[in-house]
T-cell receptor, first 119, second 109 residues
């Protein structure tokens, strides 16, 4: 069964450093997402991406964040200068279709996550 | 604006039923339900669309009341494997999936 994969599973970095989190979405999916979850809290939407551009982004997704699809399979989230409060689990997700489209293909499948620890 | 889930936590015995509610103050296009086990990613359970039918996943079903902008998740004859945190996610005009704060479900033998 196809699945979303993410690397690394755990990233430890110093405050102020840049990190890149990588994701490989399900191959026939067209919409990609990043979410984060601070320990013990809810899952928060960061950004959605389609056709090589950002579709939607939340207020969390400020200038420190960027996303890219550098090739046909990878989808990356870059945090330029990490802060302590960026420590969280970051989930990548993908869907065949967009949330406002019809039922089939609407569901988002999540990867296993990358635990980011900023020291 | 995030949806409101209730209750925050439920403890059940195996075989008992539970209902988890999710409501929004804004008009919704769809409601998504996920289950997350500790240390794992959220796993998709089902979607309910405006005007759609009640959905079912094994012994878990859900409904969406468009007038009240409320969805309910029904867990029937709960099994130990149902334990986890259940999140509802809503999609409205913002076209992004916004999750509630979750309901922690514990099923005891």
């Amino acid at each position: 069964e196809p699945e979303v994969t993410q690397t690394p599973s755990h990233q430890v970095t110093q405050m102020g450093q840049e990190v890149i989190l990588r994701c490989v979405p399900i191959s026939n999916h067209l919409y990609f997402y990043w979410y984060r979850q601070i320990l013990g809290q809810k899952v928060e939407f960061l950004v959605s991406f389609y056709n090589n551009e950002i579709s939607e982004k939340s207020e969390i997704f400020d200038d420190q964040f960027s996303v890219e699809r550098p090739d046909g399979s990878n989808f990356t989230l870059k945090i330029r200068s990490t802060k302590l409060e960026d420590s969280a689990m970051y989930f990548c997700a993908s869907s065949r279709d967009y949330p406002t489209k019809g039922l089939a293909g609407n569901e988002q499948f999540f990867g296993p996550g990358t635990r980011l620890t900023v020291l | 604006q995030q949806p409101v889930q209730s209750p925050q936590a439920v403890i059940l015995r195996e075989g008992e039923d539970a209902v988890i509610n999710c409501s929004s103050s804004k008009a919704l296009y769809s409601v998504h339900w996920y289950r997350q086990k500790h240390g794992e990613a959220p796993v998709f359970l089902m979607i309910l669309l405006k005007g759609g039918e009640q959905m079912r996943h094994e012994k878990i079903s859900a409904s969406f009341n468009e007038k009240k902008q409320q969805s309910s998740l029904y867990l029937t004859a709960s099994q130990l494997s149902y334990s986890g945190t259940y999140f509802c996610g809503t999609v409205g005009s913002a076209r992004q999936l916004t999750f509630g704060s979750g309901t922690q479900l514990t099923v005891l033998p």
